[in-house]
C-alpha cells in the first residue's frame, strides 16, 4: 500500500457555539479516490475550508507529502498543490474561459497581457479536457454547469494541483456530463493524485471511489481502505448511527380533488403547450434531464416569469400570477434549486429567513414586529424538522445545505400554502435529512396539499411520487402512472429521440 500523501491528524474546527470538527483523523494516497461521506453537518464541507485556507483549525495538524503545513489563507493552500471544486462554482462569469481557467497566472509580454499565449495554453487544457469545442473567448456565463465544472478542474491542472476535492459534483449535471466526469475523475486518479470525493449518492461512492472516510457530528467515525466487503446499508449505518431500512419511506394515500390545473402553458423555456393537474393529496413528480424545461415551466406557474400563453386554474380559479408573490398569497410556494442565489437570506439569521414572508401573522399591536413570537415560531419549526442549529439567531450561511433546505421548507410550512412547488428538494443533503423531508411532503399531501416534485434523481422521482411527467426539450413527453414509473422507461423518455 502507498504512503498517505495527504494526513489530518486530530484536526479540530471551532466556531462560535459549535464544534465543526472533534479531532478528525484520516489519511489519502496518491492514486486514489477518496470518498467523504456523512449527514449534512457531519463536518465534510469544513474540512474541505480547513484543506482550502479558508478556516483557521484550532488544534491538530495537517501534513502533505510527509511535511507539517499550516495554511495562512487560500493562496497558500494554492501554492501547495490544493484545490477545491466546490458545489457552488468559484468562476468568474463574466470573464472568458481563457481568463477563468489562467487567473491569478495570466501570461505577460513586455507589461501588458500576452493574449496569443493566453489563448494556447486555454486550448491545450481544454483539448486536454476534452472540451475542445469551447473557445477560450466565450464568456463562461455562457456555458452549462457541466463545462462550467470542467474549466474549475482545468483550472486546478493548470496549477498542478497535487490534491483536488470534489464537493457534490454531479448534483446539477446531466447524464452525459456525469460519464464525462467520472472519466475526468478516473483520470486525474491514473496520473497519481489525491482525489477526495464529497457526495451523498451511494451509486457513486461504489462506481467511482477506492477508499472511503465516514463522518458524523464532526467526528472521524470510520475509514474503509477498501470497498471491498462493504455495503450500502453498513455504510449508511455508520453515516446516520442508526438503521434506515427504506430512506423513501413511501406512504400511499387518497388522490383528492384538482387543485391546479395547467391548460396550454407557453413560455421561456417552454416551447410546447403544456397541460397537467395536480391534485390535493398527491405528489407529482417532474422528471428530466438538465435543460429540460422543468423548472421554467414552474418559474411559469408561480410568477416568477411571465406566460406567454395558457391558463392557470387553481382552487378552481383561472389565474395568471405576474409575481411571486401574488402566487405565494394565493397558496403556491417554491422552494428553488439553488439555495445559495435564491431561496436565503445569507447575512440574515435562521429566524429572519424563516419569518421573512409569514412576519405579518406576529405584528403586535400598532404593526410592529413581535420578535418573541417569531423566536419561538422558529424554535418550533427547530424542533418540529430537526434543523441542526447553535439556536434562532445564528447565521443560516453557518448551517449545511441541508439545514439550511429544511429553513426554507419551515418559511412556506409557517404560510397559508396549498401546493408545494419543490425543486430538487434533495440536492446535497445526506441520507437522513432526505427521508425527513420524504416524510414531511407525505404529511403535507396526507393533509390535503397538493405538492410537485422537480427532479433529475430517477430514483427519487419512481420512489417517491404518485405519478410523474416526462419533459424532453422544453415539453411535456408522458405522465407516467408510479406502477409503470421505472427508471428504464422514465431515462427514455427523457432522453432525446
Same mark, same amino acid.
Given at each position: 500500500?502507498?504512503?498517505?500523501?495527504?494526513?489530518?491528524?486530530?484536526?479540530?474546527?471551532?466556531?462560535?457555539?459549535?464544534?465543526?470538527?472533534?479531532?478528525?483523523?484520516?489519511?489519502? $494516497?496518491?492514486?486514489?479516490? =477518496?470518498?467523504?461521506?456523512?449527514?449534512?453537518?457531519?463536518?465534510?464541507?469544513?474540512?474541505?475550508?480547513? #484543506?482550502?485556507?479558508?478556516?483557521?483549525?484550532?488544534?491538530?495538524?495537517?501534513?502533505?507529502?510527509?511535511? @507539517?503545513?499550516?495554511?495562512?489563507?487560500?493562496?497558500?493552500?494554492?501554492?501547495?498543490?490544493?484545490?477545491?471544486?466546490?458545489?457552488?462554482?468559484?468562476?468568474?462569469?463574466?470573464?472568458?474561459?481563457?481568463?477563468?481557467?489562467?487567473?491569478?497566472?495570466? @501570461?505577460?509580454?513586455?507589461?501588458? #497581457?500576452?493574449?496569443?499565449?493566453?489563448?494556447?495554453?486555454?486550448?491545450?487544457?481544454?483539448?486536454?479536457?476534452?472540451?475542445?469545442?469551447?473557445?477560450?473567448?466565450?464568456?463562461? $456565463?455562457?456555458?452549462?454547469?457541466?463545462?462550467?465544472?470542467?474549466?474549475?478542474?482545468?483550472?486546478?491542472?493548470?496549477?498542478?494541483?497535487?490534491? !483536488?476535492?470534489?464537493?457534490?459534483?454531479?448534483?446539477?449535471?446531466?447524464?452525459?456530463?456525469?460519464?464525462?466526469?467520472?472519466?475526468?475523475?478516473?483520470? /486525474?486518479?491514473?496520473?497519481?493524485?489525491?482525489?477526495?470525493?464529497?457526495?451523498?449518492?451511494?451509486?457513486?461512492?461504489?462506481?467511482?471511489?477506492?477508499?472511503?472516510?465516514?463522518?458524523?457530528?464532526?467526528?472521524?467515525?470510520?475509514? =474503509?481502505?477498501?470497498?471491498?466487503?462493504?455495503?450500502?446499508?453498513?455504510?449508511?449505518?455508520?453515516?446516520?448511527? $442508526?438503521?434506515?431500512?427504506?430512506?423513501?419511506?413511501?406512504? *400511499?394515500?387518497?388522490?383528492?380533488?384538482?387543485?391546479?390545473?395547467?391548460?396550454?402553458?407557453?413560455?421561456?423555456?417552454?416551447?410546447?403547450?403544456?397541460?397537467?393537474?395536480?391534485?390535493?393529496?398527491?405528489?407529482?413528480?417532474?422528471?428530466?434531464?438538465?435543460?429540460?424545461?422543468?423548472?421554467? /415551466?414552474?418559474?411559469?406557474?408561480?410568477?416568477?416569469?411571465?406566460?406567454?400563453?395558457?391558463?392557470?386554474?387553481?382552487?378552481?380559479?383561472?389565474?395568471?400570477?405576474?409575481?411571486?408573490?401574488?402566487?405565494?398569497?394565493?397558496? !403556491?410556494?417554491?422552494?428553488?434549486?439553488?439555495?445559495?442565489?435564491?431561496?436565503?437570506?445569507?447575512?440574515?439569521?435562521?429566524?429572519?429567513?424563516?419569518?421573512?414572508?409569514?412576519?405579518?401573522?406576529?405584528?403586535?399591536?400598532?404593526?410592529?414586529?413581535? *420578535?418573541?413570537? +417569531?423566536?419561538?415560531?422558529?424554535?418550533?419549526?427547530?424542533?418540529? #424538522?430537526?434543523?441542526?442549529? @447553535?439556536?434562532?439567531?445564528?447565521?443560516?450561511?453557518?448551517?449545511?445545505?441541508?439545514?439550511?433546505?429544511?429553513?426554507?421548507?419551515?418559511?412556506?410550512?409557517? +404560510?397559508?400554502?396549498?401546493?408545494?412547488?419543490?425543486?430538487?428538494?434533495?440536492?446535497?443533503?445526506?441520507?437522513?435529512?432526505?427521508?425527513?423531508?420524504?416524510?414531511?411532503?407525505?404529511?403535507?399531501?396526507?393533509?390535503?396539499?397538493?405538492?410537485?416534485?422537480?427532479?433529475?434523481?430517477?430514483?427519487?422521482?419512481?420512489?417517491?411520487?404518485?405519478?410523474?411527467?416526462?419533459?424532453?426539450?422544453?415539453?411535456?413527453?408522458?405522465?407516467?402512472?408510479?406502477?409503470?414509473?421505472? *427508471?428504464?422507461?422514465?431515462?427514455?423518455?427523457?432522453? @432525446?429521440?
Amino acid at each position: 500500500m502507498a504512503e498517505a500523501y495527504l494526513r489530518i491528524d486530530g484536526i479540530t474546527v471551532e466556531f462560535p457555539g459549535v464544534r465543526a470538527l472533534d479531532g478528525v483523523s484520516f489519511a489519502a $494516497r496518491g492514486g486514489e479516490v =477518496h470518498a467523504l461521506m456523512g449527514e449534512n453537518g457531519a463536518g465534510k464541507s469544513t474540512l474541505l475550508k480547513v #484543506l482550502s485556507g479558508v478556516n483557521r483549525v484550532t488544534g491538530g495538524q495537517l501534513w502533505i507529502g510527509g511535511e @507539517p503545513i499550516v495554511f495562512a489563507n487560500a493562496r497558500e493552500a494554492l501554492r501547495h498543490g490544493v484545490s477545491i471544486i466546490y458545489q457552488e462554482l468559484t468562476l468568474s462569469p463574466n470573464l472568458s474561459v481563457a481568463e477563468n481557467l489562467l487567473l491569478g497566472q495570466l @501570461p505577460v509580454k513586455r507589461g501588458f #497581457l500576452d493574449r496569443r499565449r493566453l489563448r494556447e495554453r486555454a486550448m491545450t487544457i481544454l483539448e486536454e479536457l476534452g472540451e475542445g469545442d469551447i473557445h477560450p473567448s466565450t464568456k463562461v $456565463r455562457d456555458l452549462s454547469i457541466g463545462q462550467q465544472q470542467m474549466i474549475e478542474i482545468g483550472r486546478a491542472l493548470l496549477r498542478d494541483a497535487r490534491i !483536488i476535492a470534489f464537493d457534490e459534483p454531479t448534483s446539477s449535471l446531466s447524464v452525459q456530463e456525469i460519464r464525462h466526469l467520472k472519466r475526468i475523475v478516473s483520470r /486525474l486518479r491514473d496520473e497519481g493524485r489525491v482525489v477526495l470525493y464529497v457526495t451523498h449518492r451511494m451509486e457513486e461512492v461504489f462506481e467511482m471511489c477506492d477508499a472511503v472516510t465516514v463522518f458524523r457530528d464532526g467526528r472521524h467515525i470510520r475509514t =474503509h481502505d477498501t470497498l471491498e466487503g462493504l455495503d450500502h446499508d453498513t455504510l449508511v449505518s455508520e453515516m446516520v448511527g $442508526r438503521e434506515i431500512e427504506d430512506v423513501y419511506g413511501y406512504r *400511499p394515500r387518497e388522490r383528492g380533488d384538482v387543485l391546479m390545473r395547467l391548460e396550454g402553458i407557453e413560455g421561456r423555456g417552454v416551447r410546447a403547450p403544456v397541460s397537467l393537474e395536480v391534485h390535493r393529496g398527491e405528489v407529482l413528480g417532474l422528471f428530466g434531464l438538465v435543460g429540460a424545461g422543468r423548472s421554467e /415551466l414552474m418559474r411559469l406557474v408561480c410568477g416568477v416569469e411571465r406566460a406567454s400563453a395558457g391558463q392557470v386554474s387553481f382552487a378552481g380559479t383561472s389565474r395568471r400570477f405576474g409575481s411571486a408573490q401574488q402566487a405565494i398569497r394565493a397558496g !403556491i410556494a417554491m422552494c428553488p434549486e439553488d439555495r445559495k442565489s435564491q431561496g436565503i437570506f445569507p447575512v440574515a439569521s435562521v429566524s429572519d429567513n424563516l419569518n421573512i414572508s409569514c412576519r405579518r401573522f406576529f405584528k403586535r399591536w400598532g404593526g410592529f414586529r413581535d *420578535p418573541a413570537r +417569531e423566536t419561538r415560531n422558529t424554535q418550533d419549526y427547530i424542533r418540529q #424538522l430537526r434543523i441542526k442549529t @447553535p439556536g434562532p439567531k445564528t447565521p443560516i450561511a453557518n448551517l449545511s445545505g441541508g439545514n439550511q433546505q429544511k429553513v426554507i421548507l419551515a418559511r412556506w410550512l409557517a +404560510e397559508e400554502i396549498d401546493l408545494f412547488v419543490m425543486d430538487e428538494p434533495t440536492r446535497g443533503i445526506d441520507v437522513g435529512a432526505r427521508r425527513d423531508i420524504y416524510s414531511l411532503l407525505y404529511d403535507l399531501a396526507e393533509r390535503g396539499k397538493g405538492v410537485l416534485v422537480i427532479s433529475s434523481d430517477l430514483a427519487e422521482v419512481s420512489s417517491i411520487c404518485d405519478r410523474i411527467g416526462v419533459m424532453r426539450d422544453g415539453e411535456l413527453i408522458d405522465i407516467v402512472p408510479r406502477e409503470d414509473a421505472t *427508471p428504464e422507461r422514465l431515462l427514455g423518455l427523457a432522453l @432525446p429521440a
